[in-house]
């Protein structure tokens, strides 16, 4: 059996930390629950990081969906800063402090790695990223990991249930274990062109027994102009100056007419080390630095007790919106329903970030197709970093 929670466990408030529990019993026996607002937000992000992205918020509408409480959320694929609220709950607490647990889990995870996504994004450029990363979580994740490095800016998941859910095609080259079995790069080769169909590319991995330089002309003798890309996945052991050896790669192919043959890069890359290869490189798969990426500590805190603004200590008391500027794209943390100006300093009127998603259960906001989130993160990562071009720090 696999050690994972159903969806029905998690209905059934079974996901939860047991002081929320024993916090649920207490009011019921007491007669003592009350109406609150509850908002999810964090004060810093992960490793320095200057956005973060929100995901998981499908998952959350079919959590909370059903409970007797009205939702606030920020739009899936938005970009998001330290103290803004991306979620509000309202409701009786007691109908919903068992799914904080579960709720922040699912937001906390999944913006982790669309927000590191995005910084690989970033750092790639325009090159191809495809997230390769499956292997090293929990494979009942696989698919809500690929969505999150999706929607972060991956053109691309090798896992199959994964593309299958997320309505793609897999991307993937060939395995070691391929070249090892074919007993050489030419006849896994080979063997790739004529069972695999016309369409997918032919990416050749010319790290498995020989040096890159050879084994990928090698392979670009082999297939010709069937060859679409080298795969180079050097290990670790033997990398001395990577982009050295990429530039040697790149040079010998070129210098035999093999222009047309891409360099496709995988192995340890992350945000940090892909700007050095973006000279060669066509594309990338990375795998740890996004499946593995640091969750985003959001925290759910009342700030709203029966109508009266309070919370704890360290945090700010009442309900809040973001107000943001769609014109100049100013930011702004405001309470929400006391009057504050609905237009910005550049005369535009300013959006809510925070919209209705639930109704006393039942959903009402349209959500966006995946296709949607996507393009609605790139353009909001690709408008900060032009208006914040400081907090493309780290290359
Ligand atoms: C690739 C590469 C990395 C894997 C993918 C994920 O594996 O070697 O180890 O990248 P990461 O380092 O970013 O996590 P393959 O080369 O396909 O592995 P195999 O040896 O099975 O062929």
């Excluded at 606030?72 to 991306?86: D, I, K, M, Q, W």
């Excluded at 793609?168 to 395995?175: A, F, I, K, N």
């Excluded at 940090?272 to 798969?285: D, Q, T």
Aim: proline fraction near 5%; charge should be negative; include cysteine.
């Amino acid at each position: 059996m696999l050690y994972t929670a159903s969806m029905q466990d998690i209905r059934d408030r079974k996901v939860t930390d047991v002081y929320f529990t024993r916090t649920r019993q207490i009011l019921e026996q007491k007669n003592a629950s009350k109406e609150v607002v509850a908002e999810f937000h964090c004060t810093s992000l992960p490793d320095g990081w200057n956005w973060g992205v929100l995901a998981g918020v499908e998952e959350v509408a079919a959590v909370l969906e059903g409970l007797p409480v009205d939702v606030y959320c920020a739009t899936e694929g938005s970009l998001f800063l330290p103290r803004e609220p991306v979620l509000r709950i309202k409701g009786d607490y007691a109908t919903f402090a068992e799914f904080e647990t579960a709720v922040l889990g699912l937001l906390c995870q999944a913006s982790g790695i669309a927000s590191r996504a995005t910084r690989v994004r970033v750092a790639a450029e325009d090159r191809t990223v495809i997230s390769f990363g499956a292997r090293r979580a929990h494979p009942a994740m696989a698919p809500t990991i690929g969505r999150s490095c999706y929607i972060g800016g991956c053109d691309g998941v090798a896992v199959v249930r994964t593309a299958e859910m997320l309505g793609l095609e897999p991307s993937g080259t060939m395995p070691h274990a391929l070249v090892l079995v074919a007993g050489d790069l030419a006849t896994a080769l080979q063997w790739y062109d004529e069972v695999i169909p016309d369409g997918v590319p032919r990416v050749a991995l010319v790290d498995t027994f020989n040096d890159e330089k050879f084994a990928s002309l090698e392979a670009a003798r082999t297939l010709g102009e069937r060859l679409d890309a080298v795969r180079i996945d050097t290990p670790s052991s033997r990398r001395g100056d990577w982009a050295a050896l990429l530039h040697e790669v790149r040079w010998e192919l070129d210098l035999r007419g093999y222009d047309y043959v891409d360099l496709f890069l995988s192995g340890g890359l992350d945000e940090y080390c892909i700007p050095k290869y973006n000279e060669y490189a066509a594309g990338y798969g990375v795998g740890t630095a996004l499946s593995s990426a640091p969750p985003v500590n959001l925290a759910m805190d009342i700030v709203e007790i029966e109508g009266e603004a309070i919370t704890k200590r360290g945090k700010l008391s009442g309900v809040k919106n973001v107000a943001i500027c769609p014109s100049c794209g100013t930011r702004t943390v405001i309470p929400e329903g006391r009057g504050v100006s609905e237009t910005c300093a550049c005369g535009e009127r300013r959006q809510m970030a925070l919209q209705p998603l639930i109704k006393q259960g039942e959903i009402v906001a349209e959500l966006p197709s995946l296709e949607e989130i996507k393009s609605r993160c790139r353009q909001q990562v690709q408008s900060w970093i032009e208006a914040h071009p400081e907090h493309v720090d780290w290359f």
